[in-house]
């Protein structure tokens, strides 16, 4: 396998308004990766992306991670149906995060827990400080 | 100023399904963090919160950031108008990342290049490779 590379923008200027997609991966080689339900709008999940998994995503229009709790390439979905097809992709302004518009297949699930979205717990206030509370519906559960 | 502190989950089960709010901040001292309009949806910015940040965000109302360049706490919009409201604050998972759905003050802006969101291009197939190119009006720049 080759390794994949991505140029380097050569200045700022090139790198917020320029057309090389340059990503500016940290010193762990990743940068963040948000999937978002292409129709819905809906956060699906957080991510993170190499080189390689950048790569994979351009090439084959799904969805590739690179996994920090087992140090490997995620095909996401390749197991559990829940293929994440590429709609569109979009880079932030100083190219360290990304934003994928997907389709999920299988049961539209993202989570491991098996709910459709990871973000499915709100932060309300408690008399002993901030506490969890799930957020219930579907509807609800849009972040629109 | 005293330091502001959050409990850790005492298991996976805990961290997943609980009613704490216990961020795992990584080895930076940092979780991530997505803002999106609380009405429209879209995807405004993402940047990063230490546990000082994510204390004052919940005690003000207002978000506050960790700058990664500067090195310094960031109220978002206190120079520039563009104060962020918070709505709602929802946790993933594995509480490693955070989602906020804000109201946007001054212009209404949140891209240090002036524009509403810094997700503003779309990488697309080019001869020589993925370029970007602008996504050009408001609706198109909407993640729904």
Chains 1, 2 share one sequence.
């Not at 991505?6 to 090389?20: I, N, Q």
């Not at 190499?50 to 087992?70: D, F, K, P, Q, V």
């Not at 994440?84 to 190219?95: A, P, W």
């Not at 539209?108 to 709910?115: I, N, Q, S, V, Y």
Request: hydrophobic content about 40%; charged content about 20%; proline content about 4%.
């Amino acid at each position: 396998m080759t390794q994949a590379t991505f140029p380097a923008a050569p200045d700022k200027h090139a790198l917020e308004e320029g057309t090389w997609l340059a990503p500016r991966f940290g010193s762990d080689g990743l940068v963040t990766a948000i999937a978002v339900d292409a129709d819905t709008g809906e956060i699906l999940m957080l991510a993170h992306m190499n080189a390689e998994a950048l790569a994979r995503t351009l090439e084959t229009g799904e969805a590739w991670y690179w996994s920090r709790s087992r140090g490997a390439l995620w095909h996401k979905g390749a197991t559990s149906g829940q293929v994440q097809t590429l709609v569109e992709m979009r880079v932030d302004c100083d190219q360290d995060a990304l934003l994928l518009r997907v389709r999920v297949g299988g049961d539209g699930g993202c989570c491991h827990t098996g709910r459709r979205s990871c973000f499915y717990r709100r932060v309300v206030s408690g008399p002993e400080g901030p506490v969890l509370e799930p957020v219930h519906s579907a509807h609800e559960n849009r972040a629109v």
